[in-house]
C-alpha cells in the first residue's frame, strides 16, 4: 500500500490538479486540513464549490480532515439567497452544503472518508482504517469516539490505521512547541500506525518531517512559506510505502526553490 499525504492547499488550483493526475500511483491520498483559504477575496462558497468539483472527480480513494481555514461548522453552511446567483451545475454541489450541518460531509462519496469520521476504507489487501479528527481549537481531549471506533476497527480488521488532524502533536520535530498539547497523549494511548498533519508549515524544515511517539509515526509535509504560488508546481507531499517500510518527503526547498527529497525508514 502506497500513500500520498498533502495538506494546506489553501485553494491551490494548480495543486489541487497535481494531486488528481497522481491519484493512480497510490492506493490512498489523504489531505490533513486546509483545503480552503480564509484570506481568499472571494466569499467562501467559491471555495467549498471549487473543493466539492474536485472531490467529486477524484480518480481515486480520499480522505480529508477540516483545518482552521476550513470552518467545517454550521456557521458556514452557505445562506439559500447565495442558491440564485449560481450557474445550475454550481447550485446543485451548493445545495449538498445546505443540507449539512457540516459543510465538509457534503463531500462524502464511495471512496472517500470526510470530516469527523472512523471508517475502514477497501484498500490493498485487508484494507486500511482512516479516522478524521476535525479542527477544534478549544478542544483538549476531544473527539474521542473516533479513536475509539478507530482502534477497534484496527483490533478486528488487522488493518493499518491512519488517523487526520490539522495540527501536528506538541514537542515533537513536527509539531515543535506551538503544536496541538493534547494531541500526545491520545497518541500515547492509542498508538495509532500514522498520525498525519499539517498546519505548522515551517516546523519540518526548522525539526523533521516524521517523528514518533511510541510506536506511531507523525509526519507533516509542511508549506514552502515565503514562495509564490506560481513558482511552486506541487504541493509539498510525503509518500509513504508500506511494502518498502519507507516515508518520503518531497519538499520545495527555501529560499532556492529546488525540488528535494528526504526519506526515513519506518522500521527498525
Known sequence: MKILHLSDLHLNKAWFAWASAAADEYDLVCVAGDLLDMFSTKPPLHGMLLVKQWADSFPGKLALCSGNHDGNGPEMTPPAHLLTELAAEDRLRAEH????????????????????????????????????????????????????????????????????????????????????????????????????????????????FGSRIGAAWCFNPGHPDGMKADKVAKPNHIVIDLPQGTATWHFTSIPKGSEETRSLRLRG
Open 97 to 208: 452544503f445546505m443540507t449539512h450541518e457540516r459543510w465538509m460531509d457534503g463531500l462524502g462519496r464511495a471512496d472517500l472518508v470526510p470530516d469527523g469520521r472512523s471508517e475502514l476504507l477497501p484498500c490493498g489487501t485487508r484494507g486500511v482504517v482512516v479516522t478524521t479528527i476535525p479542527y477544534d481549537f478549544t478542544a483538549v481531549r476531544w473527539h474521542e469516539e473516533l479513536w475509539q471506533t478507530g482502534a477497534q476497527l484496527r483490533r478486528e480488521s488487522g488493518a493499518p490505521w491512519i488517523v487526520l488532524h490539522h495540527e501536528p502533536p506538541s514537542g515533537t520535530k513536527v509539531g515543535g512547541a506551538s503544536g496541538n498539547d493534547g494531541l500526545p497523549y491520545l497518541i500515547e494511548e492509542y498508538q495509532p500506525n500514522f498520525l498525519l498533519s499539517g498546519h505548522m508549515h515551517l516546523e519540518p524544515y526548522r525539526g523533521d
